[in-house]
C-alpha cells in the first residue's frame, strides 16, 4: 500500500511540477532583513492574490530581477494573504505564475502591530515595496503600484548611483 502511494504521489509530481515554493516567516525575519548591513540591494513587496494593482505588478519584479540577474540584487515578495486563503488562493496562483522571485507569506495576524514595525510611515495600503540597501543606508519606499519603467528607474539609481 505504502509503495503504491509513493508512486501515484511520485506520478503527480512529474505530470503537475512542484510549483512555485513559498517560506513562512514572522516579523522578526523582515525586520533582521530591513536592519542588515548587506551591500545587495533588496527589494521586499507586500501584495495579496486579492489586490489587482499587486497582481499587475508582479510581472514588472519578475522582467527586473532578470535584467539585474549579474548585479546584487535580491527581490522578496511578501504575500500578505489570510492564513485560511493559502491553499485556496495563494498556492493556484503561485503554481499558475511559476515566479522566479523569492516569496514569503507573513505569518502575522495584526497589520495594526506589524505595518509601522517594517516602515512608520505606511498607511497598510498595498502595494508597498521597501528598497534596502543596507551597506549605503539606503531605505526607500513606496506605497502604490509601479509600471515597469518607474520600477526600473527605481533600482538603477541605487544600484548606479550606490
Known sequence: MTKLFFTLMLGFFLINGFGQSFRTVKLN???DLIESKNDSLYIINFWATWCLPCV????????????YKNQKLN???VNLDFKKDIDS???????????KSTIWFLD?????????????NWSG?????????????????????????SLDDQISNILLNH
Request: glycine share 6%; net charge positive; hydrophobic share 40%.
Open 89 to 99: 488562493k495563494l498556492v493556484p496562483f503561485l503554481e499558475i505564475q511559476k515566479l
Open 56 to 67: 499587475k505588478e508582479i510581472p514588472y519584479f519578475e522582467e527586473l530581477g532578470k535584467k
Open 75 to 77: 527581490i522578496i515578495l
Open 125 to 149: 495600503a498595498i502595494p508597498f515595496t521597501l528598497f534596502i540597501k543596507g551597506s549605503s543606508g539606503i531605505k526607500r519606499w513606496h506605497e502604490g503600484s509601479f509600471n515597469l519603467n
Open 29 to 31: 525575519e523582515i525586520k
Open 108 to 120: 502575522e495576524s495584526n497589520p495594526n502591530s506589524f505595518i509601522p514595525k517594517i516602515e512608520e
